[in-house]
């Protein structure tokens, strides 16, 4: 077996305020789209590939100095049996999101679900739904929108979109399917 190595990083202060991380580079194009997401809230974050299992010394020396280096959230994906997330959020107090993914070494994507979701009392991982890296960039941007009255004003923004774009498809809806209801 390989000597284990520290990364010997510097603990530089950064302007990202959320770190993206993932059990390896197969898992971007589903990570991606909560990068996606902070890109469409102005919020600064970095994205890299850190593994529990991988790189064990790397991912203690990332998630240790996360706070320190001025992250606010950490969103962690990971497929099959996915440590990542749980062992991160073991060795920082900065909230983290855990995205549970289908990779091809999961049998059915439960492995990975369970493995992020069921974590012991004392060490809480934010839990998203299958793939759902979209909503743990929404997630992230909520908890940044606490302290930041621009990100919370485009927050307000996104909701009342979604809402409307219902509200045309319920007007869409009811010109073949009338409703008592939006009468
Ligand atoms: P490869 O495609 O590199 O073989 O990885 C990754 O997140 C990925 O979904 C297959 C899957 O293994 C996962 N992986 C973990 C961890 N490290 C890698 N679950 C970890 O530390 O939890």
């Given at each position: 077996m390989p000597e284990l190595q520290t990364t010997?990083?510097?603990l530089q202060t950064t302007n990202y305020k959320v770190g993206i991380i993932m059990g390896?580079?197969?898992d971007l194009p589903i990570m991606q789209q909560a990068a996606e997401i902070l890109k469409e809230f102005d919020i600064p974050f970095e994205l890299t590939v850190v593994s529990a299992h991988r790189t064990p010394i790397r991912m203690i020396e990332y998630a240790s100095s996360a706070k320190e280096r001025g992250l606010k959230v950490i969103i962690a994906g990971a497929g099959g049996a996915a440590h990542l997330p749980g062992m991160v959020a073991s060795v920082t107090i900065l909230p983290v999101i855990g995205v549970p993914i289908k990779s091809?070494?999961?049998?059915?994507?439960w492995d990975s679900v369970l493995s992020i979701l069921q974590?012991?009392?004392?060490v809480p991982v934010a839990t998203v739904a299958l793939n759902a890296a979209k909503n743990a960039g929404l997630l992230a941007a909520q908890i940044i929108a606490t302290s930041d009255e621009t990100v919370a004003a485009k927050m307000k923004k996104y909701k009342e979109g979604l809402n409307d774009s219902v509200i045309d498809k319920v007007k869409k809806l009811s010109v073949d399917w009338p409703n008592s209801f939006d009468e």
């Open positions: 010997n990083h510097k390896s580079d197969s091809s070494n999961s049998i059915d994507g974590m012991p009392n004392g």
